[in-house]
């Protein structure tokens, strides 16, 4: 049974803006959740994270300005609002999480996390 299911990927002109949603099976209090990507060829990316309590989080300068990272602990779901897409967001999105003591604790390490969604494609045409 998947522990995390992403969904709102798709195909959308250079400009748009998608929302990816990731809904957790296993709730999401205590869980610090992450967002990364893997476009063709290249290494799986930190995109951005946010701490259980909501009040904490971090991008990658990439997505800095563009891309917001939400969550509704009472629907066991973090979001991830991605506007002024570029051809270069195209990619495989992934949902992560990971259990941590404090509501204020992100991580941007892959590795940190222990378990992972199987993806969503987002592709941005110019």
């Known amino acids: 049974q998947a522990q995390l299911v992403e969904s709102g990927g798709g195909l959308v002109q250079a400009g748009a803006s998608l929302r990816l949603s990731c809904v957790s099976s296993?709730?999401?209090?205590?869980?610090?959740m992450g967002w990364f990507r893997q476009a063709p060829g290249k290494e799986r990316e930190f995109v951005a994270t946010i701490g259980w309590g909501g009040g904490n989080t971090y991008y990658a300068d990439s997505v800095k300005g563009r891309f917001t990272i939400s969550r509704d602990n009472a629907k066991n779901a973090v979001y991830l609002q991605m506007n002024s897409l570029k051809p270069e967001d195209t990619a495989v999105y992934f949902c992560?999480?990971?259990?941590?003591?404090?509501?204020?604790?992100?991580?941007?390490?892959?590795?940190?996390?222990?378990?992972w969604g199987q993806g969503t494609q987002v592709t941005v045409s110019s």
């Open positions: 992560a999480s990971v259990q941590t003591s404090s509501r204020y604790d992100i991580r941007t390490v892959a590795s940190d996390y222990g378990y």
């Open positions: 296993r709730g999401t209090f205590n869980l610090c």
